[in-house]
């Protein structure tokens, strides 16, 4: 798997009540967690041939779209990745600066 893991500082900056709100719902929770998970340990070499495509994610048809430019590689247009490749016994881990939330179904 490749795991997009958030930082503490990324926690703390969610809105007002978002935290507890995903913590006192197991199925909410478990949503965002799956929203950060890709099946496939995908290397940051990798991330370049993904410029401008979609990834999906282990969330219900979620979608993650992944750019690189001068700013690094980007996730959904302004999520950072910050930090790349931390191996695993079942796949990769990428540092992001922001907890991705996924689209509620209208």
Same mark, same amino acid.
């Given at each position: 798997?490749?795991?997009? *893991?958030?930082?503490?500082? %990324?926690? /703390? $900056?969610?809105?007002?009540? @978002? !935290? ?7 199925? #909410? ?14 290397? *940051?070499?990798?991330?370049? %041939?993904? /410029? $401008?495509?979609?990834?999906? @994610? !282990?969330?219900?048809d979620g979608q993650?779209?992944? #750019? ?22 079942? $796949? ?13 179904? #209208?």
């Amino acid at each position: 798997y490749t795991l997009f *893991a958030p930082t503490d500082e %990324a926690f /703390d $900056g969610l809105p007002p009540g @978002t !935290l507890d709100g995903l913590m006192s719902s197991t199925i #909410s929770l478990q949503s965002v967690l799956a929203y950060h998970l890709v099946e496939g340990a995908v290397m *940051a070499e990798d991330v370049v %041939a993904l /410029d $401008g495509e979609t990834v999906s @994610t !282990l969330y219900a048809d979620g979608q993650i779209a992944v #750019s690189t430019g001068d700013d690094g590689v980007m996730l959904n247009g302004d999520v950072a990745v910050t930090e790349t490749d931390r191996v695993g016994a079942n $796949g990769v881990i990428h540092v992001i600066d922001s907890v991705l939330l996924p689209e509620r179904p #209208s």
